[in-house]
């Protein structure tokens, strides 16, 4: 297991989105949420080719 994170150090794993109570239209909005799930798909993806060129297992 890699456990790849969007946040600073000691932050939560993964992308967190705050709706504000307003369903997915407060989702939407959440500027920070949608930067965190960027950064979190970036950083897994950098995992994956870094495992791929040390010959790492699928």
């Given at each position: 297991?890699?456990?790849?994170?969007?946040?600073?150090?000691?932050?939560?794993?993964?992308?967190t989105?705050?709706?504000?109570?307003?369903?997915?239209?407060?989702?939407?909005?959440?500027?920070?949420?949608?930067k965190?799930?960027?950064?979190?798909?970036?950083?897994?993806?950098?995992?994956?080719?870094?495992?791929?060129?040390?010959?790492?297992?699928?």
């Open positions: 297991m890699v456990p790849v994170g969007g946040g600073s150090f000691g932050a939560n794993l993964g992308a989105f705050w709706s504000k109570d307003k369903g997915a239209e407060g989702v939407k909005a959440d500027k920070e949420g949608l965190s799930l960027y950064k979190t798909v970036n950083r897994l993806a950098e995992g994956f080719v870094m495992m791929n060129k040390m010959g790492g297992e699928r």
